[in-house]
Nanobody, 127 residues
Framework: QVQVQESGGGLVQAGGSLTLSCTAS????????VGWFRQAPGKEREFVAS??????????DYRDSVKGRFTISRENDKNTVYLQMSSLQADDTAVYYC??????????????????WGQGTRVTVSS
C-alpha cells in the first residue's frame, strides 16, 4: 500500500508563506488525484485543494477561501504533490493532510473519498 508523508509545516506570522510537500513511497501515487485537506482543533477535516493526474491535465480545484493564495502542483519524478501557501491567515491554522482519491469520477471535495492519509503536518499562523 502506498505510504504518504506530509512535511513542511511550521509556525509562521500572518501574511507569511509555507510550502507543504506530500511524498509517496511508490510511483503508483502519480496515477491518482491527490487532495490536501486540513483539520483545525474541534473541527471536521475540510477540503483545501486537489490536483488530478498529469494524464488528466493536472486539473486543480480549491476551496474558495484559499483561491489566489494557495497553489497545488505535482512533480511526478519525485512522487510529490506540493501546496504552496501564501498570505497565510490565522484561520489557516490546522493540521494539513494529503490523501489519494479513491472514489468515482476524477476528483472530489469529500474527505471520505480519499485514503492513504499521512500523519499530517501542523501549520500555525500567528496573528
Amino acid at each position: 500500500q502506498v505510504q504518504v508523508q506530509e512535511s513542511g509545516g511550521g509556525l509562521v506570522q500572518a501574511g507569511g508563506s509555507l510550502t507543504l510537500s506530500c511524498t509517496a513511497s511508490e510511483r503508483t501515487f502519480n496515477s491518482y488525484t491527490v487532495g490536501w485537506f486540513r483539520q483545525a482543533p474541534g473541527k471536521e477535516r475540510e477540503f483545501v485543494a486537489s490536483i488530478t493526474t498529469t494524464a488528466a491535465r493536472a486539473r486543480v480545484d480549491y476551496r474558495d477561501s484559499v483561491k489566489g493564495r494557495f497553489t497545488i502542483s505535482r512533480e511526478n519524478d519525485k512522487n510529490t504533490v506540493y501546496l504552496q501557501m501564501s498570505s497565510l491567515q490565522a484561520d489557516d491554522t490546522a493540521v494539513y493532510y494529503c490523501g489519494k482519491f479513491l472514489g468515482f469520477g476524477s476528483t472530489s471535495r469529500d474527505p471520505t473519498d480519499f485514503g492513504s492519509w499521512g500523519q499530517g503536518t501542523r501549520v500555525t499562523v500567528s496573528s
